[in-house]
């Protein structure tokens, strides 16, 4: 894992467990480790762990989707790829998770809910990266990096029942 990111935690509403800040910490690490080249520069980014009610409304407010949604990624760069401007560190953005949904879907797909929540917040962070899932093969390209970061922390592909990427 690279040194050279600071990922920020914060509960601000829901039901989440204990051990959620160090579950979305080590999973947004994780995937910097795997997706981000140091040499870009110092980064930096937060992950929110929200509730639905909060979901809803950014959701409402930046995509006009009135409507809760289970992670959404504002990214604060708009390059392909992030850099360091002046040795200040990258401001990659803001992973935002809801708690309802996040647990819902869990249950509906038979999986943990330490699980989901690790590859939601894996996917939020291949967002502010610049991954994308909007044509088939940055689908293909995003879920089998997804798949592959996960199977290093012995979570199994999220995608092999119904390969579809979260939120699509």
Avoid: C
């Amino acid at each position: 894992m690279t040194s050279a990111v600071d990922v920020t935690v914060s509960r601000e509403a829901g039901d989440w467990a204990e051990d959620a800040e160090w579950l979305a910490e080590r999973a947004a690490l994780a995937t910097l480790g795997a997706a981000y080249d140091d040499e870009e520069g110092p980064a930096e980014l937060s992950v929110v762990l929200a509730d639905d009610a909060l979901v809803q409304r950014l959701n409402r407010e930046y995509r006009g989707k009135d409507k809760p949604t289970n992670v959404l990624s504002f990214a604060l760069t708009e390059a392909e790829e992030p850099e360091a401007q002046d040795g200040m560190p990258v401001m990659l953005g803001d992973v935002i998770l809801a708690y309802e949904t996040v647990a819902r879907e869990a249950s509906e797909q038979g999986k943990s809910l330490k699980d989901h929540t690790t590859h939601l917040v894996m996917h939020g962070v291949l967002h502010l990266l610049g991954y994308d899932h909007e044509t088939d093969d940055e689908a293909e390209e995003m879920e089998a990096l997804e798949t592959r970061l996960l199977a290093t922390l012995g979570i199994a592909d999220p995608y092999a029942a119904n390969h579809q990427p979260p939120d699509r």
